[in-house]
T-cell receptor, first 112, second 112 residues
């Protein structure tokens, strides 16, 4: 079946450093790629998304890049802060967009 | 505007018991989803609905049933609970395909 692989599973950075999380997907028809942040005990919340007709999107300290040829996309967080500590999930649409498949998640620790 | 509301928040069941999880959204979204979240496995789609009166299977549908009799509600049923169904269950909704999903706070379900 279709899948999304996410790396690394755990990432520890110093406050102020950058963090990069990478994902690959298998369905060449995927055209929507959201990223969700989940704080401990809370619901997942969308932080940024990108569509297949765009190669890069930025929102303040967060950016996402997409390489459709290689079927991979990445999340970049610059100037990390302790409140960025959370689990981050990448996802990709499948089945014509009716379904979304999630990566296994990356636990980000930002050390003050 | 409450968004997506899940009830109950916690539940403990014995093996073989049945129960229904309720999801309600007040955003007039067409699409609704049920996921389960297990450690290290991200969010896995159980069932989804593309509109009132419709349901479809996701990645892990076995042992679960769903109903969408009203647009705002999406029910997840466990007919005969098994310990393997111990998990955190999240409901989500979206306006359309390839759109951000809005999640509820989750239901923590333990089956003994």
């Amino acid at each position: 079946g279709e899948n999304v692989e996410q790396h690394p599973s755990t990432l520890s950075v110093q406050e102020g450093d950058s963090a990069v999380i990478k994902c690959t997907y298998s369905d060449s028809a995927s055209n929507y790629f959201p990223w969700y942040k989940q704080e401990l005990g809370k619901r997942p919340q969308l932080i940024i998304d990108i569509r297949s007709n765009v190669g890069e999107k930025k929102d303040q300290r967060i950016a996402v890049t997409l390489n459709k040829t290689a079927k991979h996309f990445s999340l970049h967080i610059t100037e990390t802060q302790p409140e960025d500590s959370a689990v981050y999930f990448c996802a990709a649409s499948i089945g014509g967009g009716f379904k979304t498949i999630f990566g296994a998640g990356t636990r980000l620790f930002v050390k003050a | 505007n409450a968004g997506v509301t899940q009830t109950p928040k916690f539940r403990v069941l014995k093996t073989g018991q049945s129960m229904t999880l309720l999801c309600a959204q007040d955003m007039n979204h067409e699409y609704m989803y049920w996921y389960r979240q297990d450690p290290g496995m991200g969010l896995r789609l159980i069932h989804y609905s593309v509109g009132e009166g419709t349901t479809a299977k996701g990645e892990v549908p076995d042992g679960y049933n769903v109903s969408r009799l009203k647009k705002q509600n999406f029910l997840l049923g466990l007919e005969s609970a098994a310990p393997s169904q111990t998990s955190v269950y999240f409901c989500a909704s979206s306006y359309s395909i390839n759109q951000p999903q809005h999640f509820g706070d989750g239901t923590r379900l333990s089956i003994l």
